[in-house]
């Protein structure tokens, strides 16, 4: 029945050249009944930000990492790119169709050809290329995993998480493990012969931590016991590698309460023997960790979202008693540019499914006159509605990579010897992430939805593919961090404790870059000294805003949190702007350096002018309106009483007072 | 046994080329450039000789411009030892044919005497499918072209052809293989590997100092799209369809 629906011809195929040979074709392939939208690594685009923009090569010489020159990085990016575009993008609908299986003997089982990819992707050497080399790594910097995870992340989110989740275990252990446990641990993820998990979450909490209860007993070998449940754990249990080193948050005995008595244990799937191996026997005996089920969710259905149960289950201390939040935050800034980078791997996904449908498909007329006056109709693409959702997600989406390769390249000093360039690193980010992740997680879902908008009815069916990148992108606002919790960190940790001091060095950062480029020979060839100026002034305002909202939060802590999202999104627009100023200037000084260029090359740079300004013009006032609701009266959003928020099932006055357990102090 | 394999930098597969204003050639501005897929054949094929101890030394050689250097990088990166660039501002998709490659390609086969040489079958720009077969005639050696498997022991060579498999062998190396699609499933380059390319060496030399004369003897004359896919018809029964193939098509 599927076979037989009309596809749109704008919904080219890659052709893998080797499939046109039935024996060479992998058996493990997804049937042609799933949708495949199109996939192909924007390389140009993110070598225009990383060399052209952000001054990479610069960057990494600084660093002493000097075989990452552009050819280098062009050859690594390029090689995965070939890798996630045969063998990851072909997977993303049929996964998505398949799901994971949880089965009787509480193993789980991926979807068809997910094992075959991780063996590929693991023999390749990816799983490594951040690790230092003593542990079989390739030693690369941090933010070369970035690009990785950009473009394995957009052929396909959901098989990425599992080597992604192996990142934050080896990430943890790279900082706080000791020599033996690297030993033992590290190597084989590095190698990707055993994946990694990270155990925070628990049923009863999960922005809380503090609230974590799953204990820990010391066996007085060094080892300990762990016994809780642990929930929403991504990859905690599948058919990929032969161990999984769980990287789990419990509470010694005695530990003092609430967020200062958690510690963080190694606690593998099976327990190797001394010499760090699984024996056949090891791995016939009973699991050392059991995986209790897997979530059926909205989206994201090819990772293993599991429930895992802790029994008395061998682990080990990493670092320090009463260490394991501390820990945590270490990687909090590069866990949630991860998770900012789903948001744009979903505009990314969004956009190249939505322009081949609008270049082909016909419907009415221009509005200004026909423009394919041989057709029966005009194609989409004519109509401004179409071309204003396909414009916001293109503009969010390039931006977006900017805000994100700027933050990642800050971020390769996270892993430096010394805790000095480490702190500063820390610090710099730490402002920047919390409006990374929810900026561009809520923008990716709403880019999403632009582009199932371009599809019309058809978005709306599966066949089609657009609509599961709604439903992936979904849980990333979630995940990682609330966007409110986000807000409140920005607001709440990050200026109001701080006391504006990192805020107000980014301020005058963006108003001096801002001055710079307004005033060069290039903002004026192309028209960039009006955008300067207003990502000056907005600039202040960043820091007004809060200003004002910490003076009027002195007499009304609430405004902390009525203010703290609006405010997060006012500084999202401004960083995109900020980002787009960099990217138009950098465009017009290679169009104005290289007047022989070729054509491809100044359509490349004239389409970055072209973004930016629509940036500008029709993205950016957004930022106002988000201004204006942050320094609101908190009282609309207060004041409402408990009794009248639930009118709908309101009991009869004779009942007695029936919210009589819920007044509010 | 030493090996040298050929690789050619042509317009990536997936891309859809278009035809230059002046319609003299393909429009190459900015398109994406890989290696050709035969070569990739060509080049794992070396590699896996090389990891069943077979060969001791691959060369990787490519003729074409300073960007061809990044195609035998890859070919390093696979597992290639070393390579050998010839540069030229010709086009290789049209001025330097199958004729004058492998006369460049004798050149470097007489300075470093492989044991064997593999190519791809054919290029997927010119697809002329004639270089290997030239290379070994200028070099009078023997050639089995259109390789699906290659038994250096035994010194047989399965071969395609349109009617099915025909086993050829071979008195003696060296000799020229070129691959055709069966051969082998190229690999992904490792990253480790991608890493130890950057050190491995590339000789390169401008292709008009070996002292041959490439001069192809045919000149494009014109480049265009074929004609688009016109509508079918239906035909009513099976002597309907027999009578338009017999009498309109001229197939039968």
Known sequence: MLSKIIRPTSRRLIPRYFSASPEVEDAAQPTSAHAQLPYVTPLRE??????????????????????????????????????????????????????CKYLPNTDVRTPKGYKEAYEEFSEGGWNGLTVPEEYGGQGMPLSLGVMKSEIIGTANWAWSMYPGLSMGAMNTLILHASDEQKETYLTKLASGEWSGTMCLTEPHCGTDLGQVSTRATDNGDGSYNVTGTKVYISGGEHDLAENIVHIVLARLPGAPEGTKGISLFLVPKYVPNEEGELTEEILGAEKNVTCVGIEDKMGIKSSATSVMGFENSKGWLIGEANDGLEQMFTFMNTARLGTAMQGVCHMERAYQGALPWAMDRASMRSLSGKKYPEDVADKIIVHPDVRKNLLTIKALCEGGRSMIYDAALKADGMINEDPAVRDKCEEELGLHTPTMKAFLTELGCDAAQLGMQVYGGAGFIKDYGMEQIYRDAKISTLYEGTTGVQALDLL???????????????????????????????????????????????????????????????????????????????S?????????????????????????????????????????????????????THRDMAVKNPDSIMDLPMEGWDLATTLPSDSGDAYAGYKVE | ?????????????????????????????????SMNPFCEIAVEEAVRLKEAKKATEIIAVSIGPKAAAETIRTALAMGCDRGIHLTTDARTDQELGPNSVAKLLAKVVEEESPDAIILGKQSIDGDFGCTGAMLAEHLKIPQCTFAATIDFDAKTVERETDTGTEVVSFPSLPAVFTADLRLNEPRYATLPNIMKAKKKKIDTKAADSLGVELNEGNTVLEVFEPPPREAGIFVDDVDGLVDKLKNEAGVL
């Not at chain 1, 090569?57 to 552009?70: A, Q, S």
């Not at chain 1, 909202?549 to 009525?562: L, W």
């Not at chain 2, 990536?12 to 278009?18: E, G, I, L, S």
Request: proline share 2%; with cysteine; aromatic share 10%.
């Open chain 1, 46 to 99: 993110m070598n225009f930000v990383l060399n052209e923009v952000h001054d990479a090569p610069t960057h990494y010489k600084n660093l002493g990492f000097e075989d990452c020159t552009p050819d280098f990085l062009d050859a690594i990016n390029s090689e995965c790119a070939r890798f996630a575009q045969e063998k990851l993008a072909p997977l993303y609908s049929s996964g998505d169709a398949e799901g």
């Open chain 2, 1 to 33: 046994m030493r090996v040298l394999v050929g690789v050619k930098r042509v317009v990536d597969y997936a891309v859809k080329v278009r035809v230059a204003a002046d319609k003299k050639a393909v429009d190459l501005a900015n398109v994406k450039m």
């Open chain 1, 492 to 570: 709440g940790r990050k200026i109001v404790l701080d006391k504006g001091k990192e805020l107000r060095k980014q301020v005058q950062l963006q108003i001096s870059d801002a001055w710079s480029i307004g005033t060069s020979q290039t903002a004026r060839n192309h028209g960039l000294t009006g955008h300067a100026l207003e990502i000056g002034k907005l600039s202040a305002q960043w820091a007004t805003t809060a200003m004002r909202i910490v003076a009027g939060a002195a007499k009304n802590r609430d405004i902390i949190g009525t203010a703290s999202t609006d405010y997060l999104m006012f």
């Open chain 1, 572 to 624: 999202g627009y401004i960083s995109c702007g900020y980002q787009w100023l960099k990217m138009m200037h950098a465009a017009g000084k290679a169009l104005d350096a290289n007047p022989d260029m070729s054509e491809s090359d100044k359509i490349f740079y004239q389409s970055k002018l072209d973004t930016g300004n629509f940036y500008f013009n029709r993205l950016l006032p957004k930022a106002y």
